[in-house]
């Protein structure tokens, strides 16, 4: 059902949310939009404007490694000025009042962190983009350990390890998605009694298959986000509305 109005939505979702025992939220890049950081799909996307680098061409290439850290540090500002908005409060208020256990998130930002989740708590499906990591032995690296590295010789750096190639600990497209974190979201999905998807185009798979998991498993679903989705016609209430109004009511003091 599409709500007709942004307040008859928010009455719904109310009534929904005080109902359910455990809410399994899922957000995508729209939750982030209010802050600054640009999503993917809209006019103005990141990808309006850049071609996404695929794993194989960055492990292959030095050239794209390069590339892929001057777009990095190209961002650095936007992220690193970014605050939690209103739709990131309103899931830490549920999560504090023990409504929420964790957070799915296909978003690399780390925002959900900032607003209060414990980390342990964030199920990041693709990983994070605010420190990098050696894709050989997986050792964790500062980005400014990075940036001091990449300034001096111009050149994407390697682990001083095992040499292999430093990339942000982001899953890219071609890369294998991270097994623990996609064991913790298919059970909070399938135990779950409400699962809202929050500002994702639902066509990045195989994350866009939890909320039809959550669905099957006989929860109730939630879709909030400004333009359809090819889900839509499964979701109990869809409220195509800014994310930030819609869940404003729900941050608590
Ligand atoms: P997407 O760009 O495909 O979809 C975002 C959706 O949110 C769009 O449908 C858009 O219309 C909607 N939206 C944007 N702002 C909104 C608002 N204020 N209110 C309501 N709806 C709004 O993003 P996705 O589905 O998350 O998938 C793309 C991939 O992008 C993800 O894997 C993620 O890793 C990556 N990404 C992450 C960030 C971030 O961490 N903030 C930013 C860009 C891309």
């Not at 999503?39 to 309006?48: E, H, K, L, M």
């Not at 850049?50 to 492990?59: C, G, Y």
């Not at 999905?189 to 298959?209: H, K, M, T």
């Not at 016609?233 to 994310?243: F, G, K, N, P, T």
Request: some cysteine; aromatic content about 8%; proline content about 6%.
């Amino acid at each position: 059902m599409i709500a007709t109005s942004l307040s008859s939505g928010v009455e719904r979702l109310g009534d929904m949310i005080a109902g359910a025992a455990t809410i399994v939220p899922f957000t995508g890049a729209g939750i982030s939009t209010e802050t600054g950081i640009p999503d993917f799909r809209s006019p103005g996307g990141i990808w309006t404007r850049n071609r996404p680098i695929p794993f194989d061409e960055f492990v292959a290439s030095q050239d794209a490694r390069n590339e892929a850290w001057r777009r990095r540090f190209a961002m650095e500002q936007t992220f690193a000025a970014a605050r939690p908005g209103r739709g990131h409060r309103a899931l830490a208020s549920l999560y504090k009042a023990g409504k929420i256990p964790a957070v799915i998130t296909q978003n690399i930002d780390n925002l959900h962190q900032a607003s209060g989740f414990d980390a342990a708590d964030v199920i990041e499906l693709h990983g994070n983009t605010t420190y990098a990591r050696c894709i050989g032995c997986g050792k964790d690296y500062e980005l400014a350990w990075v940036k001091t590295s990449f300034d001096h010789d111009g050149q994407a750096p390697s682990c001083t390890v095992c040499d292999q190639p430093v990339k942000t600990a982001t899953i890219s497209f071609g890369q294998a998605m991270p097994e623990a974190e996609m064991r913790r979201a298919t059970e909070l999905a399938q135990r779950c009694d409400l699962f809202i998807a929050i500002g994702s185009s639902l066509v990045v798979w195989p994350a866009a298959g939890f909320p039809l998991l959550a669905k099957q498993s006989g929860a109730k679903l939630v879709i909030i986000n400004n333009e359809p989705t090819e889900q839509d016609s499964e979701a109990d209430l869809v409220i195509r509305h800014d994310i930030g109004e819609t869940l404003a009511p729900f941050v608590g003091n």
